[in-house]
């Protein structure tokens, strides 16, 4: 799907154990976002790198096949790893994805069933999409930027009304948060224009 996405390929011979990282700047709602990709490998082997990767990455995009319901069933196990390494935080951005849609004959996987799956982890969006037909490959990538930007902005407003908080308590320590804050601010400004996207 990540070779769709940014070279506009479709690689029909796909290799699950290698692992590739891509770079695409994408607009989002009129906001210039360079996107940066890590496809992970889908093997046993590889399963120790995906620790680092949940760790360092802002959004995730949940992948399954539609022709195969075991391929859902374990991306359960991976969401759950996922919100363990980011702190508990259920409102990890993450996109469930049921891929090979134009294989609709060989379908497994419902609508439905997807569907239920996308409400039990908190309504996350879910897409189906068609790497070879170029279906919804784009529309994945942008929710996630979107999920991220939205998260990054509530978090500086949170920051924002806390400090307002300490301002108006006389809280001497209110300018050293405040300079800790707009140090957050800047890295938060950098996470925005490079966004790291995982796919598993």
Not at 3 to 21: L, M, R
Not at 186 to 200: G, Q
Request: aromatic fraction near 8%; glycine fraction near 6%.
């Amino acid at each position: 799907m990540s070779p769709q996405f940014v070279q506009g390929v479709f690689i029909e011979s796909y290799d699950p154990t290698i692992e590739d990282s891509y770079c695409k700047q994408i607009d989002v709602d009129g906001r210039q976002v360079m996107l940066e990709i890590m496809d992970t490998a889908g093997t046993e082997q590889f399963t120790s790198m995906r620790e680092f990767y949940m760790r360092d990455a802002h959004g995730f995009l949940l992948v399954f096949s539609i022709t195969s319901m075991s391929s859902l069933h374990e991306l359960a196990e991976l969401r759950e790893q996922i919100v363990q390494i980011k702190g508990g935080d259920p409102n990890v951005p993450i996109v469930l994805v049921g891929n090979k849609s134009d294989l609709e004959e060989d379908r497994v996987v419902s609508r439905s069933r997807a569907f239920q799956v996308s409400q039990a982890w908190g309504n996350v969006p879910y897409y189906e999409t068609s790497a070879r037909r170029r279906q919804n490959v784009g529309e994945v990538f942008v929710d996630v930027c979107r999920q991220i930007i939205r998260k990054d902005m509530n978090a500086r407003m949170r920051r924002q009304q806390s400090g307002a908080l300490d301002r108006s308590l006389g809280d001497g320590r209110s300018s050293r948060r405040r300079k800790k804050r707009r140090e957050y601010d800047d890295d938060s400004d950098r996470r925005e224009r490079r966004s790291r996207c995982t796919i598993l």
